[in-house]
């Protein structure tokens, strides 16, 4: 399977030049479906998540990237979702749910883009994640991608954090969709904020 060649070969460069080191990544669940969200530092953030999950993955990425002539035939063939960053892509979100519903797997980075020396809490979420979640009743699986200084460069540890899963149920008390998502955005956003707060403080000292 390619998706499995391709991560092998990679992990055996990648994981001992960025020092990739995952905590707690017995708290994914143990198979789909279910929504996996991180914080986004780094172009490589969701190939250090895939290391340590133990069903491929259905990446959701920027639509530039399918301009790139060699890797868009390789994106097509890994079933990656092309996703316009430009306001709501209502036709990848669909795509995300059909995808859920089939019992896999989805990444999505709810910053949108990379923040690169930026806290996560001082970023926008956006809620496309809340949206699969409800029309699927997916869990989500909040991951926290920390660097010192929050910028992943070579022979420097790179962790990665995963959080309890916030089951759909555990959203309650909501009266309508906008109230769900909104609840839902803030659960998440508060788990990622405190996994990288707290591993920073673990591995690299102090909050920043």
Known sequence: MLYKFLLKFVSFFLKPLYRVKA??????????PYVICANHISILDAIFIAFYIKQPITFM???EIFSWPVLKHIFKKLGVVPINRDGNDF????????????????????QGKRCRGKLPETTEFKDGAAFMSYFTKA????VGITARN??????????????????????????????????????LESSICSLVNEQYAEYFGEKK
């Open 61 to 63: 990425a920027k639509v």
């Open 150 to 187: 929050h910028w992943i460069k070579p022979f420097r540890r790179t962790v990665v954090s995963f959080g309890d899963p916030i089951a759909y149920d555990s959203v309650s008390g909501c009266g309508s969709k906008e109230e769900f998502f909104a609840k839902l955005d803030s659960m």
């Open 91 to 110: 036709m990848a979100l669909k795509t995300a749910v059909r995808v859920l519903k089939g019992g896999n797997i989805i990444m999505i980075f709810p």
């Open 139 to 142: 869990p989500i699986l909040p």
């Open 23 to 32: 905590v707690n990544a017995q708290k994914q669940p143990e198979k789909g």
